[in-house]
């Protein structure tokens, strides 16, 4: 896998780190474990696991050494292939001969190639359309992760602080507040789709009219029993005598 995602110093930046917690399913916070091991922005193998490192680099070192020397076999033989060739080439003519040279060259006819009569290729395309090439399609390369929301829990600072009686009750707070954060995320999640599909100033104007009608019909039946009230006692009261 490092061999996949390194460029052969055995080291990463984030982005290829990103990639690696992807593909093994890391549920963590991925930042806060870059930015724990990270050294001028880059992850060196070494941190992680020393001995792996180690054998890594000797595997590496083992097929240089493997390829160099297919690399001398392979010149090796086409020296050897060379040598060959030239051992079974004819020795040249002497030149102090030239009775025989002319008696080889009259008795040995200069050979003449067989004319070979080809087909000439049909035009056209055909009932199959041989002649056309479909196009070559390629998947482009990307290195972008996809962009997955999930929730979960955050990464929690105070991991390597063990409980004791005196932070007991601080390390539980802390676990509440800032690292078991998947029902805030999902109640802010909520808020936020509710206020999408209804405004806070149309939901204000709503219930002030409804607090309205309530406050209508609950005091509308007193005011008119006051009134009939007051009506009933000025008509009983009687003029006073002077």
């Given amino acids: 896998m490092m061999n996949e995602l390194d460029d052969g110093s055995g080291s990463m930046d984030f982005q290829r780190f990103l990639e690696l917690c992807y593909e093994c399913q890391f549920r963590g916070n991925e930042r806060r474990v870059f930015e724990y091991l990270e050294e001028d922005e880059t992850i060196d193998f070494e941190r992680i696991d ?3 490192a180690k054998e890594l680099q000797e595997q590496k070192a083992q097929a240089k050494r ?3 020397e297919e690399r ?11 040598a060959k060739k030239a051992k079974t080439k004819a020795p040249e003519p002497d030149p ?6 002319a008696s ?6 200069p050979k003449v190639k067989p004319e070979v009569h080809r087909p000439k290729a049909p035009t056209g395309l055909g009932h199959l359309c041989l002649a056309m ?24 600072d105070r991991h390597h602080i063990a409980d004791h009686i005196g932070n007991r ?10 690292v078991d954060t998947k029902e805030q995320e999902k109640c ?9 599909e209804n405004p806070t100033m149309a939901w204000y104007e709503e219930q002030l009219r409804l607090e309205e009608e309530r406050n209508a019909q609950i005091w509308a039946p007193d005011s008119d029993e006051g009134e009939g009230e007051e009506e009933e006692a000025l008509e009983t009261e009687q003029p006073v005598e002077q």
């Fill in 188 to 196: 802010i999640a909520r808020v936020r789709r509710k206020i999408a």
């Fill in 104 to 109: 080889l060259q009259e008795e040995e006819p």
């Fill in 50 to 52: 020393e001995k792996a």
């Fill in 72 to 82: 001398r076999k392979m010149r090796r033989k086409k020296a050897e292939r060379k």
């Fill in 169 to 178: 009750d601080m390390n539980l707070i802390h676990v509440l507040t800032s």
């Fill in 96 to 101: 102090s001969e030239p009775e025989e040279q």
């Fill in 66 to 68: 493997r390829e160099e």
């Fill in 133 to 156: 090439k479909p196009p070559q399609v390629k998947l482009g390369k990307t290195s972008s992760l996809p962009s997955l929301r999930i929730v979960r829990s955050q990464w929690n």
